[in-house]
């Protein structure tokens, strides 16, 4: 059985170790989630903007 | 048909389809949870081994663990750059529009691994070296090679006009690629507090292959991670470049249907 807190401190390069890999770590989290609201922003604009011509072309139609 | 003219046709056909922003688009739609996959398994099994199986270092102790991090940013570091040049090239001189998408989406990847591989170096030098930084050749130039990813990014939003934006974005990489040689000799060419070529060295890796293993399997997983990030950035940049186009505007209708 393996002692955590002993993993954890990382022969007394705690800070240094897990500072580093978190940071590698959001960074990339960071980069996809930002990818991915992107993507779904980019779409949904285009489809108001989709909707909203048809809207226009519609009401064009009704006057 | 013989196995050359094969692959040869298999490649040509693969850059005419890649070349198109729309097959692009579809193919990417396949490629990227691939790379995801991959870069996730990847980099769990390389963190399982570095921080879990492999021995602490007899001089550094602990502390050396920053490698599994460090090193693959770095190299990303260069390979990132090494792409955009190569990119920004095929674009010019191929006038092939999706290279400009894959320079200027893999900019801000490369400087996001340039700052990781700066500050993870800082951490570590700290207590080996004693100081968190010096101005030695390889930590100022790869200091500038961070420079140089905010300008390639900088001119390209710097003009209004896309195609004027990525001649000038094109251009500045292609030039700026130098750097890369520079950063990589740089051990060599000037006394450095940094140590010289451990993986890629003379004679084979100087490092058992308990801490070379996933040292190497986090490497693969940071490229994994890079390709993964690209194509979503990519596939981004694509639908906001053709939006007015017919295909994307179908897409975007498909997704409302389905959605709502």
């Not at chain 2, 949870?33 to 399982?48: I, T």
Request: glycine share 6%; proline share 3%; aromatic share 16%.
């Amino acid at each position: 059985m393996m002692n955590w807190g002993e993993f954890f401190n990382m022969g007394g390069y705690a800070f240094h170790v897990w500072t580093s890999w978190g940071l590698s770590l959001a960074s990339m989290i960071t980069i996809v989630i930002l990818g991915r609201r992107k993507n779904a922003k980019i779409k949904a604009q285009l489809a108001n903007q989709i909707r909203r011509e048809a809207k226009i072309n519609s009401d064009n139609q009704e006057q | 048909m013989n196995p050359v003219s094969a692959t040869w046709n298999f490649l040509y056909k693969t850059y005419h389809r890649l070349a198109s922003p729309r097959e692009f688009y579809t193919i990417a739609q396949y490629t990227t949870p691939v790379f995801g996959v991959l870069a996730f398994v990847l980099l769990l099994c390389g963190a399982y081994l570095g921080l879990f199986k492999a021995p602490a270092d007899y001089q550094q102790g602990d502390s050396f663990r920053i490698i599994y991090v460090h090193v693959p940013a770095a190299w990303l570091s260069l390979m990132v750059y090494v792409t955009i040049a190569t990119a920004a090239a095929i674009g010019l001189i191929w006038r092939m529009k999706m290279a400009f998408v894959v320079a200027i989406c893999s900019a801000p990847l490369g400087a996001t691994f340039t700052a990781l591989a700066l500050i993870t170096g800082s951490i570590w030098g700290k207590p080996i070296w004693g100081t968190w930084w010096t101005w030695d050749a390889r930590l100022t130039s790869e200091l500038i090679l961070l420079f140089l990813y905010f300008g390639v990014i900088a001119t390209y939003y710097a003009f209004e006009e896309r195609k004027t934006a990525e001649k000038a974005m094109a251009m500045l990489a292609v030039v700026g690629v130098v750097i890369v040689p520079i950063i990589h000799y740089s051990v060599e060419w000037w006394s450095s507090l940094h140590q010289g070529a451990t993986v890629f060295a003379e004679g084979g890796p100087r490092m058992p292959a308990d801490m070379l293993t996933p040292l190497i399997l986090m490497i693969f997983g940071f490229m994994f991670f890079y390709g993964y990030a690209l194509f979503i950035a990519a596939q981004n940049m694509v639908l906001n470049n053709e939006r007015k186009s017919k295909w994307v505007r179908e897409l975007v209708t498909v997704n409302i249907n389905t959605t709502h």
